[in-house]
């Protein structure tokens, strides 16, 4: 069964630090979405991609983070420098146009 | 962006007992999932339902999309079903998730 792919699982990092997480979406899969979830909470849209285009960051703290899907497939989400704040889920998910979404398991990023 | 209500927000359980989850939206979706969140943190899809009603083993959703809520019926709930459980709308492009129902099923 396909799935969506995240690494790595867990991440712990110091304030200042560069972080990066990886997401390979299920095959075929153009709409892919990084969330992020503090604990309690529900998930947060940080920036979903049609293909290799941003169609929404509103979220996304762009003075610290970053994301890119340069050719359509699989993505990477950056973080620098990290924050305290930043600890927290990282969720990917995909699907095809407007269609049912998979979540991956995560990377729970500590930032100490 | 819209709203999504879910509730109750924490429900305990006896095992073996049935339960209804709900999920109200502030304003008109073009889909709907429902999800479980187990304990390491994955989103497990439960349902894929725009509309009417959809049945997977002891796990039934019903969604009134034009009264803009969502139904998921646990019956004979299992220690196994403890979790935090999602609903999502899609609007647009945007899927928009609510703060979901923490079930903890005790023996």
């Known amino acids: 069964e396909a799935e969506v792919a995240q690494s790595p699982r867990y991440k712990i990092t110091e304030k200042s630090q560069a972080v990066a997480f990886w997401c390979d979406p299920i095959?075929?899969?153009?709409?892919l979405y990084w969330y992020r979830q503090i604990l309690g909470q529900g998930p947060e849209l940080l920036v979903q991609?049609?293909?290799?285009?941003?169609?929404?960051d509103s979220q996304l703290p762009k003075d610290r983070f970053s994301a890119e899907r340069l050719k359509g497939v699989d993505s990477t989400l950056k973080i620098q420098p990290a924050e305290l704040g930043d600890s927290a889920m990282y969720l990917c998910?995909?699907?095809?146009?407007?269609?049912?979404?998979?979540f991956g398991q995560g990377t729970r990023l500590t930032v100490v | 962006g819209i709203q999504v209500e879910q509730s109750p927000p924490d429900l305990i359980l006896q095992e073996g007992a049935n339960s209804t989850l709900r999920c109200n939206f502030s304003d008109s979706v073009n889909n709907l999932q429902w999800f479980h969140q187990n304990p390491w943190g994955q989103l497990i899809n439960l349902f894929y339902i725009p509309s009417g009603t959809k049945q997977n083993g002891r796990l039934s959703a019903t969604t009134v999309a034009t009264e803009r809520y969502s139904l998921l019926y646990i019956s004979s709930s299992q220690t196994t079903d403890s979790g935090v459980y999602f609903c999502?709308?899609?609007?647009?492009?945007?899927?928009?998730f609510g703060t979901g129902t923490s079930l903890t099923v005790i023996p």
């Open positions: 998910a995909s699907s095809y146009t407007g269609g049912e979404a998979f």
């Open positions: 991609f049609q293909d290799e285009s941003v169609v929404d």
């Open positions: 095959s075929g899969h153009a709409t």
């Open positions: 999502a709308g899609r609007t647009g492009n945007q899927f928009y």
